[in-house]
């Protein structure tokens, strides 16, 4: 496999786990940390992150919204959920407050 296709392979596998966390919006970023050690926000910092490696000018703002789909204060209010004591300290646990 060439460099191009891999390329194009990765991004679309990309695209398809944004599109999978939008599909599904009951599943808390505190849970996704729980079990999978990351979450819709460190997805948009590894992408700010690439941004930026790349020489591209990018906020987290940005990146949270090319991840959530919409700014991420709407996000919140549209579809987080209060956490569990159980689970705060969870995340705490994982470096994320």
Known sequence: MDETKRIEIEAAVFRHLVAHLDE?????NIDLMDLAGFCRNCLSKWYRAAAEDRG?????DQAREIIYGMPYT????????EATAEQKVALKEHGHD
């Open 24 to 28: 599904n919006k009951d599943v808390q």
């Open 56 to 60: 591209i000018d990018m906020d987290y």
């Open 74 to 81: 709407e996000w919140k209010q549209k579809y987080q959920k």
